[in-house]
T-cell receptor, first 111, second 113 residues
Framework: AQRVTQPEKLLSVFKGAPVELKCNYSYSGSPELFWYVQYSRQRLQLLLRHISRESIKGFTADLNKGETSFHLKKPFAQEEDSAMYYCALSGGDNYGQNFVFGPGTRLSVLP | GAGVSQSPSNKVTEKGKDVELRCDPISGHTALYWYRQSLGQGLEFLIYFQGNSAPDKSGLPSDRFSAERTGGSVSTLTIQRTQQEDSAVYLC???????????FGPGTRLLVL
């Protein structure tokens, strides 16, 4: 069965420090991995997809199939990065039908 | 254009009452999802609609939960005989066929007293 784990419920870092939000998954095939973000009083929104291999708001995430991980990283955290971050996995041919979210990590960037 | 909308934004009800939550997806999006977001529990998949196909109801937690999607657009999630553990934020998301990005609504915050 598909599963996404995010070991940290809360992560606090100081402004300017590097940040890494961990995500591990279990899936027997070739999944597509995502990071979604929810800022305070805003909707949940897509941050980035592994397939795009892009950097959004300074964040990057590399899919490591050997370690089954998709950690989200940013070299210098900003206060506006404070939010709830969800790692998600899509498996199967129907794209979203087997879409699984992790439990989420709340990132708090301290001044 | 308009995003996904949900109503009501907040709902307070008494244990045992039925509630209906509404979702208006983005026009032209054939896929629609319902999730439940509980404190400390992340997002729990409830049900998925894709066009005219039979919905995937595998995430519904009990037979008190049901959902419909009329005309391939608006969807209603119904919770019968609500229980206190049903208190959560219920999120709806829609997606264009062939693409993977889901667009979320603002959610309905349900409180069962």
């Amino acid at each position: 069965a598909q599963r996404v784990t995010q070991p940290e419920k809360l992560l606090s870092v100081f402004k300017g420090a590097p940040v890494e939000l961990k995500c591990n998954y279990s899936y027997s095939g070739s999944p597509e991995l995502f990071w979604y973000v929810q800022y305070s009083r805003q909707r949940l929104q897509l941050l980035l997809r592994h397939i795009s291999r892009e950097s959004i708001k300074g964040f990057t995430a590399d899919l490591n199939k050997g370690e089954t991980s998709f950690h989200l990283k940013k070299p210098f955290a900003q206060e506006e990065d404070s939010a709830m971050y969800y790692c998600a996995l899509s498996g199967g041919d129907n794209y979203g039908q087997n879409f699984v979210f992790g439990p989420g990590t709340r990132l708090s960037v301290l001044p | 254009g308009a995003g996904v909308s949900q109503s009501p934004s907040n709902k307070v009800t008494e244990k045992g009452k039925d509630v209906e939550l509404r979702c208006d997806p983005i026009s032209g999006h054939t896929a629609l999802y319902w999730y439940r977001q509980s404190l400390g529990q992340g997002l729990e998949f409830l049900i998925y609609f894709q066009g005219n196909s039979a919905p995937d109801k595998s995430g519904l937690p009990s037979d008190r939960f049901s959902a419909e999607r009329t005309g391939g657009s608006v969807s209603t999630l119904t919770i019968q005989r609500t229980q206190q553990e049903d208190s959560a934020v219920y999120l709806c998301a829609s997606r264009r066929q062939g693409l993977v990005t889901q667009y979320f609504g603002p959610g309905t915050r349900l409180l069962v007293l």
